[in-house]
């Protein structure tokens, strides 16, 4: 089960979390690690056309317009807290896969002007573009990269929505023993910071599995679709998730909105692996760090954790490092929160190495501060348990939600 949670939950965890826009000037960049990603042209690769490149000239024209220029590509500065050789960059994290082949394409979305985003800035504290690339290493060992990006803005079903993709590899060298590959996408409402659609796809060895979660916020329902191809084995799963609860992309966007410092303690309520897990927060101390990025800053020393039914899993020397100016960026993680095999989790180090903040033309929005909702509600096996509202319960008798649990097999896919 840990397993499961990390997968789902941590990666993305350690890949966003506490991510902020560091507002530099329209259309530049902060400088980054190019033995690591040389390769951060946001022009996506030649191949075949994904659904997004296929659309109409006249229904891409409003992003396509802010497209980014050349002073949007970052610069080359060395990089010596990398522990990285030239040589690596053959094993480079491929950016350009973030902004092709998308999981979501929902019928009836449409680009969002970059007009309309201007004259009504978002809760969603980030702008189109914005990219961070993180470096993963175990016992001093490259084993791979991952990395987040804002890919586009859309109108959808009344609202207007951020979609924001995630996508985790191994290194070439790693793939060898092991490949995983994780791509993680999410379509958030960047007026209410909801998320609607979360979908994913990854590949571990031979096991590959798909996933399509909606959360229907008119019933505070939550629909999961999930399948194991390399099983045959499809699942079908409703349930009430509770009064409110995040979804682990648009949290760690949410926590760019909190003043995180060394008195800070939060608890938030989130989804992952078919349950409502409590995701906590607790700063601990500041220090110097110096980061490949940004070079000597101050930070806040963070310690996360993951609990289920109120018992904390795992131990208490996983730690985060996190910007202490406003808005906080997370800088480097030790340790990888969930797990209690301290050998196999120590070794694990996080590493930011490349920022890209916007594309030109872009604002970053202005920040507005976040008061996070205390913690109110138990929950018996994952599942949250509240009484609803009369309101809520009319609706859900009227869309005919309710808990459901259904398992069914096919072929196995090769």
Request: hydrophobic fraction near 40%; proline fraction near 9%; aromatic fraction near 10%.
């Amino acid at each position: 089960m840990r397993r499961s949670v990390l997968r789902a939950f941590c990666c993305y965890v350690a890949a966003c979390l506490l991510l902020g826009a560091d507002v530099s000037a329209p259309g530049t960049a902060v400088q980054i690690a190019p033995q690591l990603v040389p390769n951060l042209a946001p022009n996506s690769a030649p191949g075949a056309a994904s659904k997004a490149e296929t659309r109409s000239a006249a229904e891409t024209a409003p992003q396509a317009a802010a497209d980014p220029t050349p002073a949007d590509t970052p610069k080359s500065v060395p990089n010596p807290a990398a522990g990285s050789s030239p040589e690596s960059a053959a094993a480079a994290f491929p950016v350009q896969e973030l902004l092709r082949n998308y999981l979501i394409d929902e019928p009836g979305a449409t680009p969002l002007a970059i007009e309309e985003f201007t004259a009504k800035p978002p809760v969603f504290p980030a702008p189109l573009g914005e990219r961070l690339v993180y470096a993963v290493n175990y016992l001093g060992v490259p084993i791979g990269h991952f990395a987040i990006e804002v890919v586009r803005f859309l109108t959808w079903q009344g609202r207007r929505v951020v979609h924001v993709v995630g996508l985790a590899k191994t290194t070439d060298v790693s793939s060898q023993l092991y490949p995983i590959y994780d791509r993680s996408e999410a379509w958030i409402d960047i007026d209410e910071m909801q998320t609607l659609l979360m979908r994913s796809h990854t590949k571990h060895g031979r096991k590959e599995k798909m996933s399509d979660v909606r959360f229907d916020w008119d019933t505070h329902y939550l629909h999961l679709l999930y399948e194991e191809r390399h099983k045959g084995k499809i699942r079908e799963l409703s349930f009430d998730f509770g009064p409110y609860v995040h979804e682990a992309i648009e949290l760690l966007y949410q926590l760019r909105r909190v003043e995180i410092d060394p008195g800070f303690y939060g608890r938030f309520p989130i989804y992952a692996s078919r349950k409502i897990y409590e995701f906590q927060l607790q700063g601990l101390e500041t220090e110097t760090l110096a980061s490949p990025v940004f070079g000597d800053v101050i930070a806040v020393v963070v310690e996360p954790a993951i609990a289920l039914d109120g018992k904390r899993m795992g131990d208490a020397r996983d730690r985060f490092w996190v910007r202490a100016s406003d808005p906080a960026l997370l800088l480097r993680i030790k340790g990888w929160p969930g797990e209690a095999q301290g050998f196999l989790t120590s070794g694990v180090e996080v590493e930011l190495i490349a920022y890209v903040p916007q594309r030109a033309g872009w604002m970053t929005p202005p920040l507005r501060h976040w008061q996070p909702k205390l913690w109110d509600f138990a929950s018996i096996r994952g599942m949250p348990q509240w009484e609803p509202p009369d309101d809520l319960r009319a609706a859900r008798k009227q869309a005919g939600a309710k808990y459901r649990n259904v398992k069914r097999y096919v072929e196995p896919r090769p």
